[in-house]
């Protein structure tokens, strides 16, 4: 298994390739199980495609606020809000999207 930073590399590689949307897809749930900054920050590049909007917020959301059981995670950064901010709109799970506007600042 490849270190984070190996592994993100492929993952903008790939993408770079123009993959088909399941191959983005797969791309979107490595970036999930990596689960890092880097990771939810090339997820939420992807909201700009309308193949897997949907899919690259709902992967955002999940990184940036995994779900803990029952306990409260940390407080999203700067950039992490921005990124649930670009995410909320078309996430399609009303569950995720309600724990996204709550973790949003009013």
Known sequence: SL???ARMQIYRDILA???????KLQLLA???????PE?????????ADETVKADAA?????????????????????????LLRKAA???TDSELRKRVEKALPK
């Open 58 to 82: 709902a992967t955002v959301a999940r990184i940036v606020l995994p779900e803990k059981d029952g306990k409260k995670g940390r407080t999203p950064k700067a950039a992490e809000l921005d």
């Open 3 to 5: 270190a984070g930073p």
């Open 30 to 36: 490595g970036l999930a199980d990596l689960a890092t």
């Open 89 to 91: 709109p078309v996430i």
């Open 17 to 23: 390739t123009a993959p088909a949307r399941d191959e």
């Open 39 to 47: 990771a939810a920050a090339l997820a939420g590049a992807m909201i």
